[in-house]
């Protein structure tokens, strides 16, 4: 699976959108991008996936690039339980899901 | 609620013991797989059944062993524990095998080993 890079942090303000961007420029056709978060010691939690075209639900938007080596994770209107680890999966197929070190987001009042 | 459950929640346990911990996936789903999360590590696959069988291991002990059952649940052995073996540990299940397909993980269970 082709390898991703975050950046290990990020803040953002109560009510503004967040973007979390993820690099992964060694990415393959079949490979789908995978957003996941954990909250504290939580088990992570599914937010979105997406192969080529940007997708959309209730959590979260995935804005894919046309030459799919990077993608960002919005979430339009940050609150403070979006607090949290958010990763960035690059996965192809069979393969098993890999986590790396992920971003931390901080959500201030 | 996920849908996947773990058991037990909590297990504190002294070194040398043996565990077992337990996991149920979400109805429909076939695949389970087990990660570990040490204090501030990330989430190290250990291992993936698909409908009892082995399909992967990753960074798995060989004093860690697991099994998928006929009814889908899977256990996780854990033996001869070191104090290093405290961890959270996460099940995870999906509907079938492809990238395609995202997991669902439970709320894990926290070992402490002393």
């Known amino acids: 699976d082709a390898k991703t890079t975050q950046p290990t942090s990020m803040d953002c303000a109560e009510g503004r959108a967040a973007n979390l961007p993820c690099n992964h420029s060694t990415i393959s056709g079949n490979e789908y991008v995978y957003w996941y978060r954990q909250i504290h010691s939580q088990g992570p939690q599914y937010i979105i996936h997406g192969l080529k075209n940007n997708e959309t639900n209730e959590m979260a938007s995935l804005i894919i690039t046309e030459d799919r080596k990077s993608s960002t994770l919005i979430l339009p209107h940050a609150t403070l339980r979006d607090t949290a680890v958010y990763y960035c999966?690059?996965?192809?197929?069979?393969?098993?899901?890999?986590f790396g070190a992920g971003t931390r987001l901080t959500v201030k009042p | 609620d996920s849908g996947v459950t773990q058991t037990p929640k909590h297990l504190i346990t002294a070194t040398g013991q043996r565990v077992t911990l337990r996991c149920s996936p979400r109805?429909?789903?076939?695949?389970v797989y087990w990660y570990q999360q040490s204090l501030d590590q990330g989430l190290q696959f250990l291992i993936h059944?698909?409908?009892?069988?082995?399909?992967a291991k990753g960074n798995i002990l060989e004093r860690f062993s697991a099994q998928q059952f006929p009814d889908l649940h899977s256990e996780l052995n854990l033996s001869s524990l070191e104090l290093g073996d405290s961890a959270l540990y996460f099940c995870a299940s999906s509907v079938a095998l492809g990238s395609m397909y995202g997991y669902t993980f439970g709320s894990g269970t926290r070992l402490t080993v002393v």
């Open positions: 059944y698909y409908n009892g069988e082995e399909r």
């Open positions: 999966i690059v996965r192809g197929e069979n393969n098993d899901m890999r």
């Open positions: 109805s429909g789903d076939l695949s």
